[in-house]
C-alpha cells in the first residue's frame, strides 16, 4: 500500500526564520511531488511541485527531493505568520491520469 | 487560469436521502477529474477518478453503487451520494487535471447528514 508519512506536529517556528516540513513516501515508482497548504476549513492549494532530484526554489519556498532517500522536504524562508497552516505533502505515480497520495500533514504554527 | 468550482458549498441533507456536487473546471478542459474526501483532523483520501465519456474508477473500499459518478463533458463532474448516512458527512473535494501532473483543486463541499 503506497503510504506518505509526515510528522503532525505542531511545528512551531517564530516569524521570520525559516520553516522546515519533511516527507517520505514509500512507493519507489513514484514521479511527481507536490507540497499544498491547507487552511482550516478550505481545500488545499498548491505551494510547489518538483520532479527531479535535487532543489526547486520558488520564492520563499524550496521544495528538495531525494528519491534514493524516498524524502520530500519544503524549507519557507522568513516565515510569516500568515503562513500558519497544516502542509500536506502528496505523491503521483507518474501522469496526468493518477491521483494524489497525501500524507496527514504537519500543522506550522509561525509564532509572531 | 485554472480554476475549479465545486457546487453546492455546503449541504445537509436527511439520512436516506441523495445528494449531488458538482465539479466544473471553469478555464480549461479537464481530461481527467478526481474526487477527495477528507473527514475531520485527516488528510485527503483518493476516492474515485473519472475521465469524460468512461466510468468512473474507483479506490478500494469506496462504493461505487453508493457514491455515483459522472464524467458528462470536459468541465463537469458530478459525484451523488446515494442513500446517505451521518458516516457519509464529511468534506468532498474534487480536482481537475488537463493531462499534466499537476491537479486544480475545487474549495470543496461540507455535506452534513442528519
Known amino acids: 500500500q503506497k503510504e506518505v508519512e509526515q510528522n503532525s506536529g505542531p511545528l512551531s517556528v517564530p516569524e521570520g526564520a525559516i520553516a522546515s516540513l519533511n516527507c517520505t513516501y514509500s512507493d519507489r515508482g513514484s514521479q511527481s511531488f507536490f507540497w499544498y497548504r491547507q487552511y482550516s476549513g478550505k481545500s488545499p492549494e498548491l505551494i510547489m511541485s518538483?520532479?527531479?532530484?535535487g532543489d526547486k526554489e520558488d520564492g520563499r519556498f524550496t521544495a528538495q527531493l531525494n528519491k534514493a532517500s524516498q524524502y520530500v522536504s519544503l524549507l519557507i524562508r522568513d516565515s510569516q505568520p500568515s503562513d500558519s497552516a497544516t502542509y500536506l505533502c502528496?505523491?503521483?505515480?507518474?501522469?496526468?491520469?493518477?491521483?494524489?497520495?497525501f500524507g496527514k500533514g504537519t500543522h506550522l504554527i509561525i509564532q509572531p | 487560469g485554472a480554476v475549479v468550482s465545486q457546487h453546492p458549498s455546503w449541504v445537509i441533507c436527511k439520512s436516506g436521502t441523495s445528494v449531488k456536487i458538482e465539479c466544473r473546471s471553469l478555464?480549461?478542459?479537464?481530461?481527467?477529474m478526481f474526487w477527495y474526501r477528507q473527514f475531520p483532523k485527516q488528510s485527503l483520501m483518493l476516492m474515485a477518478t473519472?475521465?469524460?465519456?468512461?466510468?468512473?474508477?474507483?479506490e478500494q473500499g469506496v462504493e461505487k453503487d453508493k457514491f455515483l459518478i459522472n464524467h458528462a463533458s470536459l468541465t463537469l463532474s458530478t459525484l451523488t451520494v446515494t442513500s446517505a448516512h451521518p458516516e457519509d458527512s464529511s468534506f468532498y473535494i474534487c480536482?481537475?487535471?488537463?493531462?499534466?501532473?499537476?491537479?486544480?483543486f475545487g474549495p470543496g463541499t461540507r455535506l452534513t447528514v442528519t
Open positions: 480536482s481537475a487535471s488537463a493531462g499534466g501532473y499537476e491537479q486544480y
Open positions: 518538483i520532479y527531479s532530484n
Open positions: 478555464d480549461f478542459q479537464a481530461t481527467t
Open positions: 502528496a505523491v503521483k505515480p507518474g501522469g496526468g491520469a493518477d491521483g494524489l497520495t
Open positions: 473519472s475521465n469524460e465519456g468512461s466510468k468512473a474508477t474507483y
